[in-house]
């Protein structure tokens, strides 16, 4: 039965999940990366909307108190104005022939006016009229008057029909007290629709409307559109007219609004500044679209994305899938170049595993050629060892041991040999381990010294033999034998040979005997024939000293020897 993508195969009692293609894990990847920053950022847009809304609520709240302010400025202006005029000597003597000409002369152009009002609640004198035409009219704003006069105090008005004007304005009363004549109020009129100048001194932002309401609920001024002066403000209640923190929501007629509201307290009047909440919550709605929009534009440019990196992608791959399958045939590959680095890098380190695989190759050929070649050789060196051993012992035992400790001496330079390979056998480290196991407790009796120097295989074969032969021979008759018997082993290097010098001193060497054993045999016939060496060996009365003398050539890992290597080192038999 076929396997379907995506599900769980067994195999051989272990379950895994079949492969897919790279443009699969693409998806994954891209969707791992988008729909977190999608949510993310429409969470961060909720957020900033909301920051946004606190900014707009607190500069609306702001405007609102700064054109509050500006009213008020307004007002004391006016105040000023009426405290300046209420000192005039003309009013106060009752010359308002005199008053009129100069308040008006004045006044002209501000749009503003000066009256007087009697106790009687009548005007005598308004500078709206020319002082030919002046009568007294009784006023319409009783109430504020009545104020005036019971406070004896500065009273603004709320909005009220002027009586000479016929107009919507506000008035501004301030008792004046002349000396022998009745008090009388003179009174600040200006038109209400005058203060929409206060009203747009700060700038408002887009979507909401300003009204300044009175005590009563009447709109004294707005901006355009918002209403005109003396109507009714419906959007709020008379118990509304109060200051509020931040703004507020509110429903009319199905309609939902922002409100917020500062009250003055030099006047009483109501600033109002309200939008709609469609208006307000319009930019986040605009974000949330736009965001959608461009997700949907990035989701498939991802997707085309994706596409064109799965194809690129998978066609390296193919291209890669073929180089494997002739480096597993053992056909050389080399290196192509890719579009994608990493797999590039990975076609790089095919084209040298092939390359190394050959190296190896050739290599493997070359040490089963040398295995076969020393394994000969060995076989020779040991097959001489055990003639030469049999012929100086002189029972079974004997010849068992010597040939044992002879075996073991080979093995440690074979040991080195194979640990160092092609970079040759170290000589100081290659007579350390001959002469070790021989060497007294006592290491001051043992003094090597030489420079470095490395040995090729046959030679570290040889001069290993050689050196086992000597500690031997200083263990039973030389240096190692006695006390006070010392063995100091040195050599010195020129272009051309080596030197080297086995010396063994505070012993009785006794008579020289032309016994030939096979430490004898090793050092004349294998060291000196061999190595293509002189050998010397001469006895003191002190002790006995060994002299080799061996060119480089035979010496050097990197020299050749062809002849040695198709003929086993001549060992005598």
Known sequence: MAERAGTPVSRKGMTRWRSQPIAVYLVILALVALVPAFIFSAVLLQRNNEAQARVVETLVTA????????????????????????????????????????????????????????SDMTSPLSTRVPLSEQTTVPITDVATAEQAFATRDVVVSDGVIGAVSKQWVISILMPVYPPDREPLLVGFSRSAAALSSALLSSRIPTGWEVALIDRKGHTLAASQDAGEPGENFDLLEDDDLISATGWQPITRDGTDYFVVRQKSLMTGWTLAMW???????????????????????????????????????????????????????????????????????????????????QTAETEVRFLM???????????????????????????????????????????RSTDLLLAHGVAGVDLRELLVSQIDPFCPID?????????????????????????????????????????????????????DAVSFVWQETGINPGPDTHRRGFGTTVLENMVGRSLGGEVTREVQDSGITWRFTLPMSSLDPSSAHKANRANPPPVAS
């Open 443 to 495: 290491g001051k009796r043992v003094v090597v010294d030489g420079p470095d120097l490395r040995l090729n295989a046959q030679a570290a074969q040889i001069i290993g033999m050689a050196a086992h032969e000597l500690a031997t021979n200083a263990v039973k008759y030389g240096a190692f034998a006695v006390e006070d018997g010392k063995v100091h082993v040195s050599w010195s290097q020129t272009p």
């Open 369 to 411: 050629r040398e295995l076969a070649h020393r394994s000969k050789n060995q076989m020779t060196v040991i097959a001489a060892m055990a003639k030469q051993t049999a012929r100086g012992a002189d029972s079974v035992p004997e010849f068992v041991s010597a040939f044992e400790k002879r075996i073991f001496g080979l093995a």
């Open 63 to 118: 405007t609102a108190r700064s054109i509050v302010q500006s009213v008020d400025r307004e007002i004391n202006a006016n105040v000023s104005t009426l405290k300046v005029l209420g000192t005039t000597p003309s009013l106060l003597e009752g010359d308002y022939a005199a008053f009129h000409q100069r308040v008006r002369a004045a006044l002209a152009g501000t749009g503003n006016f000066i009256y007087i009002v009697n």
């Open 275 to 357: 939008a709609q909440r469609d208006v307000v919550e319009k930019p986040l709605e605009d974000a949330f679209w736009s965001l959608l929009a461009g997700g949907v534009l990035l989701a498939a440019v991802v997707v085309l994305g994706i596409y064109l990196v799965s194809l690129r992608i998978g066609r390296s791959v193919h291209g890669l899938q073929k180089d494997a399958k002739r480096l597993g045939s053992g056909q050389p590959v080399e290196a192509r170049p890719f579009p994608i680095s990493e797999i590039a890098t990975v076609s790089e380190a095919l084209g040298e595993a092939s390359r190394r695989r």
